[in-house]
């Protein structure tokens, strides 16, 4: 197999016990990154390394499993529900949180999106839903038509979300002519249409793809970034302030920059907190105030955390910005930092709270 060190022997057992990711990228997204000037970075993203097969972790970070209350719909947050509609992308990025279901055979798919209609409606606390997977956008617009059919007459759903990397892997997607139609169902039933991109650096943002995403603009959609911090790829305040400028000149605001998990076969993409901590205090000094719309996230088993800052007293301050009991959303707390911890598992769990 060919790694980013170079060519191994590996066995197809010890690929499917350590969890190795399958490996393919686009033709478009090769050239992209290939004369982005920051090739050495973007191959991380999407070419095998031999650091895979030593890195630890678990599969299901986030609790996912724990939350699943349909086959393919995730209700953890009150107000969202999480729909995964396919097990394929485009390409096949080496830090993928998914990977126990992206590019291989999985229960956790959708199969019956009326059911899952009918446990939406049933739930009016609940309005907006993301379309993830995989990437929604590898499938044809008739086929998220079909699943939108379910979603639409739902009064309660205020929003639909759609979560790609095809912006930078296959923008030309966005160029089919039945697009414009449905984001239009979505806005006559009275819906927010909103696409949350995936660029993680900026030489990812190609002139394609902001093409394509002006184009939209103009029909309405409206458009989010995340962003994953990843080691020796964009664990630089001044690249990730650039992507951030960028995204936010076409019209796409920074919405999370999220802590790499640590998920089994890609723990080596993580960088510790109190280095997290500083790139996105640099990332905010290079910013106008107009442009500082991220937060600093760790999607973690108990909510999503907003990692705030290190005090002097040795804590890291955090925040919960998501979280399955209410009452905690908006609760700032701390933990003693451990020098290279990437997690809140890794710190202590004498919790405090401040007031």
Not at 54 to 63: N, W, Y
């Amino acid at each position: 197999m060919r790694f980013i060190e170079g060519d191994r022997r590996v066995e197809e057992t010890e690929l499917q016990a350590r969890s190795i990711t399958r490996h393919h990228v686009t033709k478009f997204y090769r050239q992209q990154i290939a004369n982005s000037g920051y090739y050495e970075q973007l191959e991380r993203i999407v070419e095998p390394s031999v650091k895979e097969l030593d890195s630890p972790g678990v599969l299901d970070t986030s609790g996912e499993h724990d939350n699943t209350v349909v086959r393919g719909l995730q209700h953890k947050y009150a107000q969202t529900g999480l729909l995964l509609v396919t097990n394929r992308c485009a390409s096949y990025c080496r830090f993928c949180f998914r990977k126990r279901l992206v590019g291989r055979e999985s229960g956790e798919i959708v199969l019956d999106v009326a059911q899952v209609g009918q446990y939406i409606s049933c739930h009016p606390e609940m309005t907006n839903v993301l379309l993830s997977g995989g990437d929604p956008f590898v499938l044809s617009t008739a086929k998220l038509d079909e699943i939108l059919a379910h979603l639409l007459s739902i009064p309660h759903l205020a929003s639909i979300r759609i979560g790609t990397k095809l912006f930078a892997f296959e923008p030309k997607r966005f160029e089919d002519p039945a697009l414009p139609a449905l984001f239009q169902r979505i806005r006559d039933a009275g819906k927010t249409a909103v696409v949350v991109t995936h660029f993680d650096h900026i030489g990812e943002i190609s002139v394609d793809a902001e093409r394509s995403i002006r184009s939209l603009r103009a029909q309405g959609v409206q458009f989010l970034n995340q962003s994953v911090l990843l080691a020796d790829v964009n664990d630089n305040p001044e690249i990730l302030a650039d992507t951030f400028a960028k995204c936010h000149q076409i019209g796409v605001r920074p919405y999370y920059l999220f802590q790499a998990r640590p998920v089994k076969g890609a723990s080596h993409f993580r960088v510790p907190l109190r280095r997290g901590i500083e790139i996105a205090n640099g990332v905010n000094q290079r910013l106008a105030g107009i442009e500082k719309t991220f937060k600093y996230i760790m999607s973690h088993y108990t909510g999503k955390i907003e990692i705030l800052d290190l005090g002097d007293d040795g804590r890291i301050y955090m925040r919960y910005h998501q979280n399955k009991i209410p009452d905690k959303i908006g609760k700032v707390f701390s933990r003693q930092y451990v020098e290279t911890a990437c997690w809140l598992d890794d710190l202590s769990e004498d919790d405090r709270l401040k007031n």
